[in-house]
């Protein structure tokens, strides 16, 4: 079993910036594919940034291309997501997960297999207003 805690969250003025952090519990970060997801109200979970996990690719929707960048540090079991020049559509809750490497692609990951994903994070909020 792996278990995820997301922190970072909080308020953020437009154009701000935001780090989010996904800890992880004891175990081989190396053999999972991570990602970072967000929901807002009335709206579908999405896939927002996926990392691979014996290699550096990645996967970014286009919303938060060039804007957002994850991240990974195996020695502290940690996930990152650096969110930068927010948007109030940015306003969300945001998860981590994880998933076997072999099971999904991080293309998938972060599209059509989220459904499929069985590590979870609880989740933290993310509010970009003025």
């Known amino acids: 079993q792996l278990q995820l805690v997301e922190s970072g969250g909080g308020l953020v003025q437009p154009g701000g910036s935001l780090r989010l952090s996904c800890a992880a519990s004891?175990?081989?970060?190396?053999?999972?594919?991570w990602g970072w997801f967000r929901q807002a109200p009335g709206k579908e979970r999405e896939g927002i940034s996926c990392i691979a996990s014996s290699d550096d690719r990645t996967y970014y929707t286009d919303s938060v291309k060039g804007r957002f960048t994850i991240s990974r540090d195996n020695a502290k079991n940690m996930v990152y997501l650096e969110m930068n020049s927010l948007k109030p559509e940015d306003t969300a809750i945001y998860y981590c997960?994880?998933?076997?490497?072999?099971?999904?692609?991080?293309?998938?990951?972060?599209?059509?297999?989220?459904?499929?994903?069985?590590?979870w994070g609880q989740g933290t909020q993310v509010t970009v207003s003025s």
């Open positions: 997960a994880a998933d076997l490497p072999d099971i999904v692609t991080v293309q998938a990951m972060c599209t059509n297999a989220i459904s499929t994903i069985p590590y």
């Open positions: 004891a175990s081989s970060m190396a053999n999972f594919a």
